[in-house]
């Protein structure tokens, strides 16, 4: 049996985004050379509000590209089904230009190794900047988020969810815990 707690309801995504795209806007003083490029999948649909709201504050929306990091994955052997491969679409040049790279949540940073490695091999961007919903913690690879919604550190046999209305969800994140029979 598992518990679940929201963590963030769908105001509270909406004010961290709108942080997370102020805080983009002035470290790179403007969205002038910035691209978004969100993981597949939460981290689309964060890379699109974020271009959003960047439009809104600034009047100019990043463009937004899609990542699968799917082959570049280093648990491919150890995974008991075969991952379905879908679509990078990337519609624009990386070349000197600022990648903020958009996940919904940041764990051991395995993901981000695999979209480092592949967005590497697809241009090669004067910066790449990281930014994430939730960083949870529980690193094996020396990766941190520039810009981050919400820490939450967490067990680790917790699992954070992070649900989206592009996905057919209502907006939250939920940590789940497993209940141990006394």
């Given at each position: 049996?598992?518990?679940?707690?929201?963590?963030?309801?769908?105001?509270?995504?909406?004010?961290?985004?709108?942080?997370?795209?102020?805080?983009?806007?002035?470290?790179?003083?403007?969205?002038?050379?910035?691209?978004?490029?969100?993981?597949?999948?939460g981290g689309v649909y964060l890379?699109?509000?974020?271009?959003?709201?960047?439009?809104?504050?600034?009047?100019?929306?990043?463009?937004?590209?899609?990542?699968?990091?799917?082959?570049?994955?280093?648990?491919?052997?150890?995974?008991?089904?075969?991952?379905?491969?879908?679509?990078?679409?990337?519609?624009f040049d990386m070349t000197d230009?600022?990648?903020?790279?958009?996940?919904?949540?940041?764990?051991?940073?395995?993901?981000?190794?695999?979209?480092?490695?592949?967005?590497?091999?697809?241009?090669?961007?004067?910066?790449?900047?990281?930014?994430?919903?939730?960083?949870?913690?529980?690193?094996?690879?020396?990766?941190?988020?520039?810009?981050?919604?919400?820490?939450?550190?967490?067990?680790?046999?917790?699992?954070?969810?992070?649900?989206?209305?592009?996905?057919?969800?209502?907006?939250?994140?939920?940590?789940?815990?497993?209940?141990?029979?006394?």
């Amino acid at each position: 049996m598992a518990v679940e707690h929201v963590i963030l309801n769908s105001n509270e995504i909406s004010r961290a985004l709108t942080r997370i795209a102020h805080e983009v806007l002035e470290r790179n003083k403007g969205a002038k050379d910035i691209v978004l490029v969100g993981i597949r999948t939460g981290g689309v649909y964060l890379a699109q509000r974020l271009s959003r709201r960047i439009e809104k504050i600034e009047g100019d929306a990043p463009p937004v590209g899609v990542l699968d990091i799917t082959l570049y994955r280093d648990d491919l052997d150890t995974r008991s089904a075969t991952p379905a491969l879908e679509t990078t679409d990337i519609p624009f040049d990386m070349t000197d230009r600022r990648v903020v790279l958009v996940d919904d949540v940041l764990y051991t940073g395995r993901t981000i190794r695999a979209a480092l490695d592949s967005l590497i091999d697809l241009g090669r961007p004067k910066e790449i900047q990281l930014a994430v919903l939730i960083d949870r913690g529980h690193r094996e690879l020396p990766i941190r988020a520039d810009y981050v919604g919400k820490n939450l550190p967490t067990a680790f046999d917790e699992k954070v969810l992070v649900l989206l209305e592009e996905a057919g969800e209502e907006d939250r994140v939920i940590l789940k815990r497993a209940v141990r029979d006394a």
